[in-house]
């Protein structure tokens, strides 16, 4: 699932980490950068579709299991290793998400509490 830099030497999709190295960072394989792409896609599909809610983490998690189809690892631990980088990612990309809203709403919220101390 990691590689290191002379073995992803030939993955363009490896820019991002080739940039910010330093020396010592892994790589994602290719099945490794698909299946996050693949959440990514199911995290974005489902946010534009819907608000988020108290549901929105089990609708995210529904629509990432219809649509994933890659295997990661052996047979044996696939399910395993899916089911822990899911909710790494989901709970993470949720965290980052709302917390984007709520400083959003911080802003909108400072600005109606500005318009109304410049009316007074």
Known sequence: LLLTKEAADNLN????VRLKDNGGLLYPSSKLFKFVADLEESFTTCFSLSEL?????????????????????CPEHAHTIA????????????HFFTKSINRASDSKRQASKHLKLSRC
Do not use: N
């Open 83 to 94: 089911a822990e980088i899911t909710a790494f990612y989901l709970i993470t990309r949720l």
């Open 13 to 16: 999709m490896a820019e991002l």
């Open 53 to 73: 809610h108290s549901e929105s983490v089990l609708d995210v998690l529904d629509l990432a299991k219809q649509k994933q189809q890659t295997e990661l690892g």
